[in-house]
């Protein structure tokens, strides 16, 4: 037991370490130099005693499709813009059932009786090449996520245009950075512009700031966590995610991966799918030919895809 135990923190580490290294340029190139950095974060995942949680599923849940009623008093002239609102994926009014674990970076319900089977779907690095797309496949499936976005990425009107899609789609939008900027090895003047200018941008996009927050390679600060906290964003890093390591850079390989939980070409030979698993992904090629089958892959399963909508945000 202790054994595996120290294994998963091992496997936790790594994934963290080297999260986001591919995505310079062509998104091809890894490296290993931030490893110092991040060790600090990776510990967090200690006092991981969430696996042997009560094997209660409870009922499932439905906070998809409850925002019709709002439609009611509309005109015919504007049924068609009423649609596109209660079409979304997601639904805003729903009420808090999940709480963020961080000593797993798991979701974990607030109440005896919520469905505990869930998994939560995160895309980093958006709006790249595959953003907007990877939203469309997953609203097709009615699958809601967090989209984490990044400054440099919505500076022409096309890539503004593009995030106001994803957000138009019911999609909940993060902060990830405006420059993708590690924090470690940023004062604390950038780091605090690194969160604040991307807050306010997104802002001037779509009309809201951001509730959820992740550091790029999952490296965050006492500092930078201080400043999320006081923009009333909920920090978060992940369960696992497998679309930046080397082996994985590969549609079928990224499918099996993410919906077995396991990656043995990287040492992951147990899986890593658990209630309540945040599951990391990124705007990448090989990542957005594989979804539709990772989300109907884990919902075979018995997982509910859950809506960030649910997550409760401590004040
Ligand atoms: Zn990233």
New binding site residues.
Partial sequence: MIKKYIVFILACSMLLLA??NS?DADGNTQSNEDAEDTTEDATESEGDNSEEDPDQTGDETDGANETDEKTDNTDDQSSEETDNQTDQVGDPEAEKQYELDTSTWSLTPIEDGTNEKVVLLTI??VPDENGLEMAKTLKELDAPAIF?V?GHFIESEEDQEALREIHDMGFAIGN?TYN?QQLSVADEETQKQEIMELDEKIEEVIGERPEFFRA??GDNTDYAKQVVKDEGMLLMNWTYGYDYFEPYMDEDKIREAMISGEAPEIDIDYSLLKPGAILLM?DREWTAAALADIVEGLREQGYEIADPNTIEIPE
Avoid: I, L
Wanted: charged share 25%.
């Fill in positions: 999260a986001c995505e980093d690095d984490y990044n990830h993708h790029p390679h990124h």
